[in-house]
């Protein structure tokens, strides 16, 4: 054993041992010379006249022949005078035709460097300077690589590759469509039949030959990028690669964009092919065999007696071998073989003529062991017997045979070595089209010593993603064909290597490289698919405004023909790829989902606008992929994302955030714009600071599709980020719909009946400061001396520790009214849609008084239900072959649906049931907000109700400049005030909240009868003060104004106050009319349970003191006096007195 080893290592330590012991043997045969002469003229013809019919044979003979030079040349008797019967012009044109020839997948040849190193060894091949002179393939010169580029690379030849299968389809169709033509005909022409299966044998052999041409130029092109490394070449991946390897650099780097486009057109020119002619083997095959037997026997019973019978009945030899010929290839059927006697010369040609022989053609292909006894012997008939005598095959000068018979032989020998490979038709189109040599990189992993490369250099999977990243829409029908390269280099692996260790490498690969494809094109169908619906959803104004709006333009792809491939043969295996797809679509949709939610919940309430724009793309998303593939329902996955799937779910997670935002930082720090309708966030820093989880990484995927598409919905989305208004509404109901609504506006009444509980305690404190009495001034006071006396009266209110905190909390309750008044416009409009898309299949119109009504069929159904149930009594009495159950369900169904639809066709007002439940809570601490005098008229004085509280807390609130008054200061005296006002702080919600509270206090009117404010202002219109622009123009000239800028400020701010509380009053009252209220109360479960009517105040027409009485002037200046200080007012004074409270309601009653 150690002696064989050791042989072993000193034979496999030597440089070409084998082929100089076969050299040292081989020469000790006698007339060797001849027989590498005659194997070099063979292999010379062979590749001259293309007599091979697949491209290994071809590979074969160009790796063969600098062999045979070698030993040709090393030969002792003629070695040198082997180059006078064969010219060294047509070695060497064969030489520098293919520089580089295929050896193995991963190995090539080059006949310079094989001729280069056998020099050495072999002396006498050293003086053929012109074999040892051919250079090297990476010692070609810049132009004479680019020369043989044009050859190896198939980007050269891709144009006429496109034509030659364009035309090759056309042919194969047409002759595959006779032929089944002629398989269902009967009674025609012999001739014609012949010549049909004739043709299809020829359109056969053609397109084996040209898919020997095309995997074989494939396989060289191999070859020359393994001989012509990339010079540079950069890592794949800085962070999993160090140092490029040699592998890398004739792979991964040497592959421009457009030769792996051209690669996988002419992969999809193989692989369509081969396809094709796989598909019509059960159609071909007897033809071709049947065409094959016509055409051997045409030749040994028809040809062949001709030439025993002409030209060559003189020499017996021949004769011989041609009768040999019949013998071994007749197909006598059963017939005694005719022998063919020789005639006299005297006879004409016409008698020599051997008449037509009739055989019945039949599939029965000949052995391999006759057609090569075929070939020997035509070989035998025109050589003689005699290598020496041979200058070629067909092409010897001192051949016996005639040149007519010559050319019969030769092309009877060419057309037999195109038999054992149309015969075995499929081995013969599998080896023509086995692509697996692509992936095979054994020596590189020998020499550079690891155990596998990367997936990123593996040449398959390098084509795969060419086409993910191209933009050649028509490449993407091409993408799984990469992956039959995987196929055949398994099926190479198992049937002819037998090594499975390979095998296990191509399938981890293969699995890798799979998964990677899947997950990769769905994320690309889905980028695809929502990019369109961005670019969709986009304004046609904001298209047409841009000057580069072809970007926000989205091509279509031709992915509808991936979601129809069912089955892909991976190794043996069947997957189905749409379904892979649409499980990765589905993760992809609920992901996206998710990172919505998620950023949602990173951001303030204002986004919500944002957010709905997303989910409606992403559901356009969805609807245009649910055109090709089945893929969940769009409403399923937002249910699951939002957590309102389930049956005890009544929050959902988007609900849980509105309300979060609502409470933490919405109510609390935004501010509301009566004029706009508008909630915009304070500028006054928040209390506390406010908790957010960090924004998700935003993928442009994840959003609008692309970055184009993202900057140009992120504008849009820009108009809506920094308030809050009527949109912002509709998307809140859009996002929780019918589910979650109900229970997001349960939680902000709990949220409302917490903040009344609240400052309940505030409400006490500031009646406790209030003083005993609080006159009003006369209006002789005048403006200024009604302010200073309010000032000094309405101290408590000023120096209330709880003042802050009481005039947020009124403003959160306005805020949240408001809200609600928003929410009730977005659900109103929302309903009023539907009930259009409704009412004309329940049937439903007005009536005479306005109120609905249900107009019925004739079958005292609605039109849904008549209408099913006429489409179920047609079917069921129908004798066509339908589902009747499933008509009569659909019917109930229908029942069902109209009873469900009637009951909710008129719903109530959010506002309604808010002011509703805000009054109920109210009633129910009416003590702690309301106390009325124990005599039951109205106290001017002595008040200590709530509205006088309010008008209190009013009257500070209107300390400051307003915005109107700001910008006339600045540009009358160009003076800048210094602080900022009560409504840069607190918005209109601190009204609104006042407001709702005077008004279902029932306090309406004694709060607009006696608020300070309201008294300032009577005295300044009793005055007749000039505007405030008036007074400025006055200041800018003569340097003094006749009021001060204080005053100035308070008179518009009261102004501005008493339009709004008029505003709000008006829309209390239209909304929830006092006169016709019920008090109720409501249950904890959110019913509203009507209890009894609200008395109504006595009037106090008969009680209000007059400003004719000086003792009573002085007595409600000063304060409260006895009882005797109230008089009774006459007819003329209490007529005086409801036409001011008729004015005042009409005040009250005016627009904003």
Not at 634 to 663: D, H, K, P, W, Y
Not at 843 to 858: F, I, T
């Amino acid at each position: 054993m150690r002696e064989e080893l050791d042989d072993l290592q000193i034979f496999l330590s030597t440089r070409w041992t084998i082929l100089l012991n076969l050299q040292q043997e081989i020469f000790r045969v006698n007339g060797v010379e001849d027989i590498i002469q005659v194997l070099i003229l063979f292999t010379l013809e062979c590749l001259e006249s293309d007599r091979v019919l697949v491209y290994s044979e071809r590979h074969t003979l160009l790796r063969v022949l600098p062999v045979l030079v070698v030993l040709a040349t090393s030969g002792e008797k003629e070695g040198e005078s082997i180059f006078k019967k064969i010219k060294i012009s047509r070695l060497m044109n064969i030489f520098k035709r293919d520089p580089v020839i295929p050896a193995f997948p991963d190995l090539h040849l080059a006949p310079a460097s094989m001729l280069k190193e056998l020099a050495p060894y072999f002396h006498r091949l050293t003086a053929q300077m012109r074999f040892i002179g051919l250079p090297l393939p990476h010692e070609l010169s810049v132009k004479e690589a680019l020369e043989y580029q044009k050859e190896y690379l198939i980007v050269h030849n891709i144009s006429t590759m496109r034509t030659d299968h364009d035309d090759f389809c056309i042919r194969f169709a047409s002759a595959v469509n006779q032929l089944e033509t002629l398989n269902l005909e009967t009674g025609v022409d012999v001739a014609l039949k012949k010549r049909i299966k004739e043709n299809v044998y020829l359109v056969v052999v053609a397109g084996f030959q040209l898919l020997s041409e095309w995997t074989g130029r494939v396989w060289q092109q191999s070859a020359w990028k393994f001989s012509r490394p990339a010079k540079d070449s950069e890592r794949f991946d800085a962070e999993r690669s160090v140092d490029v390897t040699d592998y890398e650099k004739v792979v991964r780097c040497n592959y421009t964009a457009e030769e792996r486009k051209a690669l996988i057109e002419a992969i999809g020119y193989i692989k369509g092919v081969g396809i094709m002619m796989e598909r019509a083997d059960t159609l071909v095959a007897n033809t071709v065999w049947e065409s094959i037997h016509t055409q051997l026997q045409d030749f040994v019973q028809s040809k062949i007696p001709t030439m025993l019978r002409t030209s060559l009945r003189r020499k017996k030899e021949i004769a011989r071998l041609l009768s040999d010929m019949r013998t071994i290839a007749a197909d006598w059927q059963g017939k005694s073989p005719q022998v063919e006697k020789v005639k006299s010369r005297k006879l004409s040609r016409e008698d020599n003529l051997v008449p037509p022989v009739s055989y019945h053609p039949r599939a029965a292909f000949p052995t391999a062991a006759q057609l090569h006894c075929l070939q020997y012997l035509i070989h035998e008939i025109v050589t003689g017997g005699s290598p020496k005598k041979a200058g070629g095959f067909f092409t010897a000068s001192e051949t016996e045979v005639p040149s007519s018979e010559l050319r019969q032989l030769e092309s009877f020998f060419n057309r037999l070595a195109f038999f054992p490979h149309v015969i075995d038709y499929r081995a013969t189109l599998a080896h023509v089209t086995d692509l697996g040599f692509l992936w095979f990189r054994e020596f590189y992993l020998e020499t550079s010593r690891v155990i596998q490369f990367p997936v990123e250099c593996s040449l398959p999977w390098m084509l795969v993603e060419h086409i993910m990243d191209s933009s050649d829409i028509g490449l993407l029908e091409s993408i799984l064909l990469p992956f039959d390269i995987y196929n055949d280099a398994a099926d190479q692996a198992l049937r002819v290597l037998k090594q499975r260790f390979l095998y296990d490498e191509i399938e981890a690969e293969v699995d890798l490289c799979f998964d990677q494809l899947v997950s990769q094109l769905s994320d690309q169908i889905f980028i695809h698919y929502k990019s369109r619906a961005a670019s969709k959803m986009l304004d046609m104004s904001f298209m047409a405004a841009v000057n580069d709006h072809e970007k926000y333009y989205v091509l279509p792809k031709r992915y509808d023909h991936l979601f129809r491939i069912r089955r892909v043969k991976m190794l043996g295996r069947n997957v189905d790829l749409a379904h892979l797809i649409r499980q990765r679509l589905n993760k992809v949709f609920r992901e996206n989902l998710d990172f919505l939610f998620d950023r949602f919940e990173s951001q303030d309430l204002c986004s919500v606008v944002d957010l709905q724009r997303l989910v409606e793309v992403l559901r356009l998303t969805h609807e245009l992929i649910s055109e090709h593939i089945a893929i969940d329902p769009f409403n399923l996955m937002m249910g699951e994302i939002s957590e309102t799937i389930s049956l005890v779910s009544f929050s959902g997670r988007l609900a849980s955030q509105v309300l979060l935002e609502l409470q933490n930082d919405f109510f609390p720090n935004f501010m509301l714009c009566t004029t706009t309708q508008r909630f915009v966030r304070s500028s006054k820093p928040p209390k506390r600071p406010i908790k957010r989880p960090s924004s998700p990484f935003a993928e442009p995927s994840f959003l609008f599709g692309n970055i184009d598409l993202n900057e140009a919905h992120g504008v849009v989305a820009e108009l809506h980020s920094k308030f809050f208004g009527l949109p912002h509404m509709f998307a809140v109901v859009k996002l929780l719909g019918s589910r979650s609504l109900p229970w997001l506006v349960r939680a902000l009444l709990d949220y409302l009946s917490q903040k009344i509980l609240v400052m309940e305690p505030w409400v006490e404190d500031l009646r406790d400061l209030m003083p005993k009495a609080i006159s009003l001034p006369p209006y002789d006071a005048g403006v200024e001396g009604s302010l200073n006396h309010f000032t000094e009266q309405l101290q408590w209110a000023v120096n209330y520790d709880g003042r802050p905190e009481m005039l947020q909390g009124l403003k959160e309750i306005g805020s949240l009214i408001f809200w609600m008044s928003l929410l009730d416009t977005a659900m109103r409009e929302t309903e009023t849609v539907h009930f259009m898309q409704v009412v004309p299949w329940l049937g439903v119109v007005p009536n005479k008084d306005g109120q609905l009504q249900q107009l019925l069929c004739d079958d005292n159904y609605s039109p849904v239900v008549s209408l099913f149930k006429e489409a179920t009594d047609e079917v069921l009495y129908s004798t066509s072959r339908v589902n009747g159950p499933a008509f009569q369900s659909m019917a109930k169904q229908a029942e069902v649906v109209d009873i469900l639809y009637m009951n909710n066709l008129q719903t109530g007002s959010v506002l309604d049931y808010t002011l509703t439940y805000l009054h109920a809570i109210l009633s129910r601490s009416r003590v702690k907000w309301d106390l009325p005098p124990k005599s039951g008229l109205i106290e001017i004085t002595l008040s200590k109700e709530y509205h006088r509280i309010y008008s209190g807390l009013q009257y500070t609130m209107l300390q400051g400049v307003p915005p109107s008054v700001q910008s006339l200061l600045l540009a009358y005296s160009q003076i800048s005030p210094e602080g900022d006002s009560f409504q840069d702080r607190y918005g209109d919600a601190v009204a609104w909240g006042g407001c709702t509270i005077l008004y279902l206090l029932g306090q309406q009117l004694r709060f607009e009868l006696l608020d300070f404010a309201y008294h300032v202002l009577s005295a300044s219109e009793a005055e007749s003060l000039p505007s405030a622009q008036e007074l400025l123009i006055e200041r800018s000239k003569s340097g003094s104004a006749a009021y001060s800028m204080e005053v100035v400020a308070f008179l518009a701010n009261a102004k501005k106050a008493r339009r709004l509380n008029n505003y709000v009053f008006s829309l209390l009252r239209a909304c929830s009319p006092h006169e016709d209220r019920l008090a109720s109360m409501v249950k904890q479960s959110g019913v509203v349970v009507h209890s009894f009517k609200y008395p109504v105040t006595p009037s106090l027409l008969n009680h209000l003191p007059f400003k004719g009485d000086e003792d009573e002037e002085d007595a409600n200046v000063h304060g409260p006096s006895s009882t005797t200080g109230f008089g009774v007012p006459t007819p003329d004074q209490t007529s005086c007195i409801e036409d001011l409270l008729k004015n005042s309601r009409n005040i009250t009653e005016s627009p904003l």
